[in-house]
C-alpha cells in the first residue's frame, strides 16, 4: 500500500481527521437519539419499529465507515511523523515545506534558493525513505 501517493499536506490530514472525527460525534449522537426513539416505540407498531431499526442500520453504516476513514488518517500522519527523523537535511526542509506547508517543488525552490530540478530529486528522495 502506498500511503504517499496522494499530495497531501500534514496540515490538510489533521484538518480533514478533525472534522471526520466531528462527524463520528454527530452520528453517534444520532444513532444515541434513534436508540431512544425505538425504546419508546412499541413492537405492536411494526412499521415504525422496522422503519426505526433500518434508520439505526444506515447511522452504524456511516460510523463503521467514518471509523475506517479516520483510522487510515491516522496511520498515514503516523507514517508522515515517524519517516521525519529518517531524512536527510534537505530533505526534511523540502519535505515539511512540502509536506506542512503545503507549498509545492517550485515555491520551495525558489524559497531555498535551490534549482527545481535539484528540489523536486530532493523531494523523490525523501518520498523514497518514506516508503520504506
Known amino acids: ?75 498515514s500522519l503516523k507514517v508522515i511523523l515517524e519517516a521525519i527523523p529518517k531524512l536527510k537535511n534537505i530533505q526534511k526542509k523540502v519535505f515539511y515545506m512540502q509536506r506542512y506547508t503545503g507549498k509545492s517543488l517550485v515555491q520551495i525552490a525558489e524559497e531555498l534558493e535551490y534549482d527545481y530540478d535539484y528540489i523536486r530529486h530532493v523531494a523523490s528522495k525523501a518520498n523514497q525513505v518514506m516508503k520504506r
Not at 454527530?26 to 434508520?55: A, C
Open 1 to 75: 500500500m502506498k500511503l504517499l501517493e496522494k499530495d497531501d499536506s500534514v496540515i490538510s490530514l489533521k484538518a480533514e481527521l478533525a472534522i471526520i472525527q466531528e462527524e463520528i460525534i454527530h452520528l453517534t449522537q444520532l444513532e444515541e437519539k434513534w436508540m431512544r426513539l425505538s425504546e419508546k416505540t412499541s413492537y405492536t407498531r411494526v412499521e415504525r419499529k422496522q422503519q426505526i431499526l433500518k434508520q439505526l442500520t444506515l447511522i452504524r453504516e456511516a460510523v463503521g465507515e467514518k471509523r475506517r476513514q479516520e483510522h487510515l488518517l491516522k496511520k
